[in-house]
């Protein structure tokens, strides 16, 4: 994995400003602290910071190649899963330098043009620069696993992985208009699919790509989930998913440095766990895994609708089952609290409070052992794990399932925005559009077409916030970080698979229990649904209450000018219990938000427009 950045201009010499490229570079080292590169032509400015993971020696970019009379530029971030595959059909037109799959999606872009990402399985994003053409290529992958930044000046695109990194290019304004507001206080720590919050700042969605050149950027998508029937008895399609999954993972497991696995006792992780050690063994080693929790937590745990236990007695079950070299993490509170900025910088945003700020001290303490780790992230949303895709109620309610506080949200818009931002309206129509998008078949009934819009809307948007917190708290650190549950041919598969299947015996993600049951032990095969851990320490919320009342006491503090003050007085009164952000975010995790969100705003030096 990598960090990208660069600016392409095709009416200013780009070489004259090496020094904004190596503050950029600078601003992006943690995703590749191994080897960093910039190349500058008149047109482009191509920057590239790597983790070297597979082929250590070769694979350094910026990458060229000559074809005939052209000369092309690859910056890449990513992995994928089928190079050999792929490599073994190029090598009939070419001679191959390296081992690295960036030569491959070099080669592949060369021979296939822009049709070269259909034939990817893996997580990308990457720019090709053409110099004979004067064109620059650019694509994301199709799940959103890698991120890709953009900002169109008119006559100039500069490009990212991160948000912090494009800040550092003098061109872009570090502003925030109502949508900027609209987004941090309405849909954060989710983002609008392609919204980059900051003023005129985009994204790439996942599954498109584009071609800039002296006629501008155009992008087009070129995968999306599709519809089609599906004629298979629960029992094939069990094994159809077991076939699935056990490729996914095992791919996924190639690398030329050490892997391992994220381990929470839940039923994802574990499988993953499980298949890794098999794995291992077959090569005489043993599979090292990693758990994370907070001082005190057994103390003050106490049993929801939403997490009914904990992780610990789950995850020492899944550890002695595996027979793996386990490490615990546990966070105390102080320490927690003081990764909270920290958090914000490797997200580039504010975000999920204690639940980032634990993923980066995980990942961090990950990287003393190893480079590569698979994760679970993104099952439940494609096999209908959420209690919202199995409460009746709540999956046909209209709106986002995992956000029904817009009201409360409105009451922290400060005052020259409640004027401006219809809140209702701005919500609304973003879940209308994403449920409308949805691909359904002619015919389908009325619970079946509601779960292509459940998953369309898990995918597009709590499945994206999660990715997002995947990737920058562990790219933080120079840790790659694999979501085999993401490979495209599962998500596909799935999502036409009928919902009484993946609800067998009325057990979320009961097709994938029994699909998968000869990998687990009983009691974690059976393990009702607990999401990521949060600290339920009452220290937590005393430490986040007293820095946003130092924060308020500050009559230079940015945040009142956003937020309202008698909002942020209210909620330190500890009265509301409104649910944030689902099951992630409630009282504690949205006092600490707001103070994720004051420290973005002066580290980024953000004005209002």
Known sequence: MCGIAGAISFSEDMRSDMKIYEKMQ???????????????????????????????????????CSYGEKNYIIVYNGELYNTSELREELETDFAFETDSDTEVVLKSYIKWGKSCVDRFNGIFAFVVYDEHEHSVFLSRDRIGVKPLFYYDTGDKLIFASELPVLLEHPDIPHEIDENGAAELILMAPGRTPGCGVVRGVKEVLPGWRGLYSERGLKLEEYWRLRAYPLDE???QTAEHVRELLLDSIRRQLVSDVPVCTFLSGGLDSSLISSIAADEF??????????????????RYFTKSHFQPNSDPEYIKCMAEYLGSDHHWLVV??????????????????????????SMLLLCREIKKYGTVALSGECADEIFGGYPWYRDKDIRMTDGFPWAQS????????????????????????????TADSAVKLHGENVLESRMREMTQLNFSWFMQNLLDRKDRMSMFSGLEVRVPFCDYRIAEYLYNVCWEYKDHNGQEKGLLREAMKEWLPEKVLNRKKSPYPKTHNPAFLEAVTSKLCSILDDRDSPLTELVSRPALEKLLTHDDHVQWYGQLM???????????????LRRYKIRFV
Request: aromatic content about 10%; hydrophobic content about 35%.
């Open 26 to 64: 600078r601003a992006m080292i943690h995703r590749g602290p191994d080897q960093r590169g910039i190349v500058l032509t008149r047109e482009a400015a191509l920057i590239h910071t790597r983790l070297a993971v597979i082929d250590i020696s070769g694979g350094r970019q910026p990458m060229s």
């Open 281 to 298: 063994r077959k090569q005489g080693k043993k599979l090292s895994t990693f758990s994370v929790d907070y001082r005190d937590n057994d």
């Open 406 to 433: 817009t009201a409360y949200r409105r009451t922290f818009l400060g005052e020259d925005y409640i004027r401006k931002i219809d809140a209702d309206d701005y919500v609304y129509s973003a879940y209308r559009k």
């Open 233 to 235: 008895t629960f029992e």
């Open 586 to 600: 409630n009282l504690p995790q949205t006092i600490a938000f707001f103070t994720q969100l004051d420290y973005w």
């Open 332 to 357: 105390d509170t102080p320490e927690l609290v003081n990764a909270l900025d920290e958090a914000v910088e490797a997200r580039g945003l504010p975000g999920m409070a204690d639940v980032d700020a």
